[in-house]
C-alpha cells in the first residue's frame, strides 16, 4: 500500500506560479513513477507530468516550457512547479504513484488561475 499527500494547490493570477508537493508513505520502494494528473470540471482527467525511478520525465504537450516535476532527495516526495500559469490550468490536480501492478492517487488539490 501507498500513502499519497499533497499540498500546494491554490488561487493564483494569470502568469503566476505555484509549486505543489505530493510525499509518499508506505511501499514507496515499489513505486515505479510517480505523477501529477488534473481534471477541470466536465473533462476526463489527464496526465500533466511523470518522472520515473530513474528520473525521466514526460509531460504533456500544453505543459511543456512552464511546468517542471522533480523528485526530492529521499526520493519519496515529487513535486511539480508550475509556472505562467493560465487560466486554462484551472483544475483539481492529483498525484499518483505507479508501482506496475497497482496505481495509487492522492486526494486531490484545487489550483484555480483566474485572468
Known amino acids: 500500500q501507498v500513502q499519497l499527500v499533497e499540498s500546494g494547490g491554490g488561487s493564483v493570477r494569470a502568469g503566476g506560479s505555484l509549486r505543489l508537493s505530493c510525499s509518499a508513505s508506505g511501499g514507496i520502494f515499489s513505486i515505479s513513477a510517480m505523477g501529477w494528473y488534473r481534471q477541470a470540471p466536465g473533462k476526463q482527467r489527464e496526465l500533466v507530468a511523470v518522472i520515473t525511478k530513474t528520473g525521466s520525465t514526460n509531460y504533456a504537450d500544453s505543459v511543456k516550457d512552464r511546468f517542471t516535476i522533480s523528485r526530492g532527495n529521499a526520493k519519496n516526495t515529487v513535486y511539480l512547479q508550475m509556472n505562467s500559469l493560465k487560466p486554462e490550468d484551472t483544475a483539481v490536480y492529483y498525484c499518483?504513484?505507479?508501482?506496475?501492478?497497482?496505481?495509487?492517487w492522492g486526494q486531490g488539490t484545487q489550483v484555480t488561475v483566474s485572468s
Open positions: 499518483n504513484a505507479d508501482t506496475g501492478y497497482f496505481v495509487y
